[in-house]
């Protein structure tokens, strides 16, 4: 079979936002959303509490986005929803208040296509909320309800919020405040079918799926996806799948997933014993136990073994997301550490996604106070920011970075080097997790493609500080580069 992934997500680079905590702006006609009481932007998120971002604010901060660099968002959900993280969706077909309705919606996409940026929805397909219409009846209306069969109905009556009594329904992981859809029934699953056509055919960009593996009826994805690319076949399609996605990215299914185990991989060889493992959740995310440079590389070339390599270039490579703690807290905000993962991220296949507030060094632990509010100005950390900005500009200038193959080159102790190549264009990438400064011996044989000519042409493009003792001969590099740092090389 002939798989065929959105080329655009091979060069996107993707900022996730959790829009209750990214920014907020209130337009003259919609002067009523000052009105409504709000928590505090810099208390410390729960769950029930609102701060009231919405989608003008994210329009105020494109200028700021895109100067970054970031070319693609991927918003959690938007649509109406009793809850500030909006996974209890009461109606898939307007935008919630708060956010500024659909009208929010249709500027925030026609501005960010007017810059050539995407946006990728949250696409909440396993369960409603209570407050779901078709829910809602069987609440008021009992066995009589002509709705009855779209949910998983056990007996009666339904207990929707006295956790005392049985609720009598399923709910996704017994939270009954999720109603979980009978995906059986064939009026449900062409409700959702059509639910997802309709966004696309609005301009939206693409989908991500929340809890996609907990929809187990046989075909749903794969109709899904045909139904999506039939209305664009540029569309991304990528599911929250924490571990082995093996079973969903075959090419008749999902795009990608978010990567969890590149960031557990990179954490756990460039954060070591700093990991704070108090900071995850048992299950999921799990960046532990510490990696050397040879227990990484194998780890590595288990991903990129894993997935036929037109879906290795559309997943979505992550280091924490609105689900687990910051990176800057699951390392003990230890600098060095958070640099080395960002440069692994920027340079690895696939599009790197940065959670909102990472690049000015947020912190937050496990949700809700991973979703902190956006820091003002003053609290900006900005020489990461620039980091950040920096990096990120290398993956945009050398498309070896984006498309080209991957080959493990080094793992000695605590170093690591790959080299990426396209055609006879390639970068290395040399990371040094040691505390102490490490000499290195590189043989760039194995990028066959690029004559020895092309290197000795090539420049540092990122991290000239870090590296001493510099040579190139013919394909072999030796230097020394400097405790826990990293080097990106490039040919012109």
């Known amino acids: 079979m002939t798989i065929a992934t959105p080329d655009w997500v091979k060069h996107a680079v993707f900022y996730q936002i959790f829009p209750d905590s990214f920014a907020r702006m209130v337009p003259q006609h919609q002067q009523w959303l000052l009105d409504v009481p709000l928590q505090a932007w810099d208390a410390p998120p729960n769950v029930q509490e609102y701060k009231g971002g919405n989608l003008w604010g994210i329009i105020s901060q494109l200028d700021y986005l895109q100067d970054l660099g970031f070319t693609a968002l991927y918003l959690t959900p938007v649509f109406q929803s009793a809850c500030n993280h909006r ?48 829910f809602n009846d069987i609440l008021e209306q009992g066995p009589h309800s002509p709705w009855i069969h779209w949910f998983e109905v056990e007996n009666w009556p339904l207990s929707a919020y006295d956790g005392s009594l049985p609720a009598h329904y399923k709910s996704w992981v017994d939270n009954r405040a999720l109603p979980q859809f009978n995906h059986r029934n064939p009026a449900v699953r062409e409700y959702l079918m059509r639910v997802g056509e309709y966004w696309i055919s609005q301009g939206m960009d693409g989908w991500r799926l929340d809890v996609p593996f907990c929809i187990t009826e046989p075909g749903f994805w794969q109709e899904f996806r045909q139904r999506i690319k039939a209305v664009n076949p540029e569309a991304y399609i990528t599911g929250e799948i924490f571990g082995d996605a093996s079973a969903w990215l075959d090419g008749s299914q999902f795009d990608g997933v978010m990567n969890y185990p590149f960031g557990e991989a990179t954490l756990a060889f460039v954060g070591g014993d700093r990991v704070q493992l108090q900071h995850l959740p048992q299950d999921g995310f799990r960046p532990t136990p510490p990696l050397d440079a040879a227990g990484y590389g194998d780890a590595i070339q288990t991903l990129l073994h894993r997935h036929p390599w037109t879906i290795q270039q559309t997943q979505l490579n992550l280091l924490d997301s609105h689900d687990v703690a910051r990176v800057g807290s699951i390392l003990g905000g230890d600098r060095p550490s958070l640099i080395l993962a960002l440069i692994l ?8 996604c940065v959670f909102y507030g990472d690049e000015v060094g947020l912190m937050g632990v496990h949700e809700p106070d991973c979703r902190r509010g956006f820091p003002t100005p003053d609290q900006w950390d900005r020489s990461l920011q620039a980091t950040y900005h920096t990096l990120i500009q290398v993956r945009h200038r050398l498309e070896a970075l984006r498309t080209g193959t991957y080959e493990v080159l080094l793992t ?12 006879d264009r390639g970068a290395i990438v040399v990371i040094n997790g040691d505390t102490a400064a490490q000499s290195f011996r590189l043989d760039l044989s194995p990028l066959a493609d690029i004559a020895p000519g092309a290197w000795a042409g090539g420049a540092i493009a990122y991290g000239d500080e870090n590296i001493s003792g510099w040579d190139l001969q013919g394909s072999q590099i030796t230097g020394t580069l400097a405790a826990r740092s990293g080097l990106i090389y490039a040919t012109p």
């Open 87 to 134: 996974y209890h969706t009461h109606d898939y077909y307007q935008v919630d208040p708060l956010l500024g309705g659909n009208e929010a919606l249709w500027s925030l996409r026609d501005e960010l296509h007017r810059r050539g940026m995407r946006l990728v929805l949250d696409g909440v397909f396993n369960h409603a909320s209570r407050g779901f219409f078709q």
């Open 345 to 352: 991220l920027m340079t690895f296949p696939g599009a790197p």
């Open 412 to 423: 000695d102790g605590l170093v690591y080097g790959f080299g990426r190549s396209l055609g």
